[in-house]
């Protein structure tokens, strides 16, 4: 794939190219109508994964069990109840990620014009028609129905399949399209904020005199009035955290064809005052110092000096729900348990590099003990 580096001083033109000329977007989604789907199915998918009870310890997969939540939580939203839960869909949403990008790996070593005489021989093209299969057996019938029916049993419906059938037009109003469609967004959405989630947990793991404060805030907001989009926005020093996370570990996206030097401009000192040092209230701190900054450096905020989610027109559309999302998972985890690596390990897991896609370690485990037994 061929790959333009472009300094951050394009930013500003690159912000202003006509939308259509780079990407796509789909509409942004009422977060918070979301709120009582997503603390539900973050309390069924970590209760599942950390069964607790009897057993108040226990030791699992980070990487695996954050995946395997923010897949439930992520379909919960895209697909509702019951079908949400369905493992075989589940399997697809978390692995259609996977092939899409083993395929792209396969693939670079050929020349462009070679591609698509290799790409039907190859395993993860099969994988990835499976995929499209499972899909349409899980959804075909629900989207084909949606469609046909705008007035329908979907009109009360606060899920994907309705936001996508209301938005479809012309060619788009057909059952392929918004599957494959669905399959986009379900890659958008599920390793990225995985990520995310999983590096603000080792950051827990590695920096456990932050949990405090954490949960003295989540304790005086959301414990105290429920949870709601309002009391998550006001989990200003929470906000803060994961942004910090984030800013030392930032989502390598594969498959970006300009790109920026995010992760240098994330770490340069012009940028960031002791850019090494893990500083979780670094953004707070910054929102408090004067009345004009209270807004910004939130963590859904991009800027030139910013830009995990990208920037301008082309930022991320599902940022605000991912924050929601991530926020309320690490939220979650506080409240219910103390959390550490396992033995003596103080030191959060190197990340793991592959060409332009940097990763947490997922072979790393984390010691989930309950806190309320
Ligand atoms: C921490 C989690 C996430 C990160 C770091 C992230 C980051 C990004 C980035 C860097 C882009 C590329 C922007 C560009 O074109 O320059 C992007 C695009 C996109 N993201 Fe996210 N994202 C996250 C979560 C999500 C979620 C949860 C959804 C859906 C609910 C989503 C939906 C999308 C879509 C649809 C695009 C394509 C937009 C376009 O082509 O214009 N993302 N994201």
Redesign the pocket.
């Known amino acids: 794939m061929e790959r333009i580096v472009l300094s951050p001083r394009y930013l500003p033109e690159l912000s202003s190219v006509p939308?259509e000329v780079?990407?796509?977007?789909?509409g942004m989604?009422q977060v918070s109508s979301l709120i009582p789907q997503i603390h539900e199915e973050t309390e069924f998918w970590l209760a599942r994964a950390i069964p607790d009870g009897s057993i108040s310890t226990v030791a699992v997969g980070a990487y695996e069990t954050i995946l395997r939540t923010i897949a439930g939580v992520?379909s919960r939203?895209f697909v509702g109840l019951p079908r949400c839960r369905d493992e075989k869909w589940l399997d697809t949403a978390v692995n259609y990620t996977m092939d899409v990008f083993r395929l792209s790996s396969e693939l670079r070593p050929y020349p462009p014009f070679l591609r698509r005489f290799v790409a039907p021989w190859l395993a993860s093209t099969k994988r990835l028609q499976e995929h499209v299969r499972v899909a349409s057996d899980c959804f075909g019938s629900i989207f084909a129905q949606r469609l046909a029916e705008p007035d329908g049993e979907g009109k009360r419906a606060n899920d994907m399949f309705q936001w996508m059938a209301d938005s479809a037009k012309g060619a788009d109003r057909s059952t392929d399209v918004l599957i494959r469609k669905m399959l986009?967004?379900t890659l958008?959405?599920?390793h990225?904020?995985t990520?995310?989630t999983t590096h603000a947990l080792f950051d827990l793991c590695a920096h456990p005199e932050y949990m405090e404060p954490l949960r003295r805030e989540i304790g005086e907001t959301v414990e105290a009035n429920g949870w709601s989009l309002a009391a998550i926005n006001e989990l200003k020093l929470l906000d803060s955290f994961v942004k910090e996370s984030?800013r030392l570990n930032h989502?390598g996206?594969p498959g970006?064809f300009?790109s920026m030097p995010t992760n240098a401009i994330a770490r340069d000192p012009d940028n960031y005052p002791d850019p090494e040092q893990f500083d979780a209230f670094r953004f707070y701190k910054q929102r408090q110092s004067s009345e004009s900054e209270v807004n910004r450096h939130q963590f859904v905020s991009t800027g030139r000096k910013n830009?995990?989610?990208?920037?301008g027109?082309?930022?991320?559309?599902?940022?605000f729900?991912?924050?929601a999302?991530?926020k309320m998972v690490i939220a979650y985890i506080l409240v219910k348990y103390d959390v550490s690596f396992p033995g003596q390990q103080t030191v959060r897991p190197a990340n793991n590099f592959f060409g332009e896609s940097i990763s947490p370690d997922r072979r790393q485990t984390v010691v989930f003990k309950s806190r309320r037994e």
């Not at 830009?307 to 920037?311: D, E, R, T, V």
């Open positions: 939308e780079l990407s796509l977007r789909e989604v992520t939203v986009f967004l958008a959405a599920i990225t904020s990520m995310s984030q989502p996206l970006t300009i830009l995990a989610f990208g920037h027109k082309f930022a991320c559309p599902g940022r729900y991912a924050a999302q991530i």
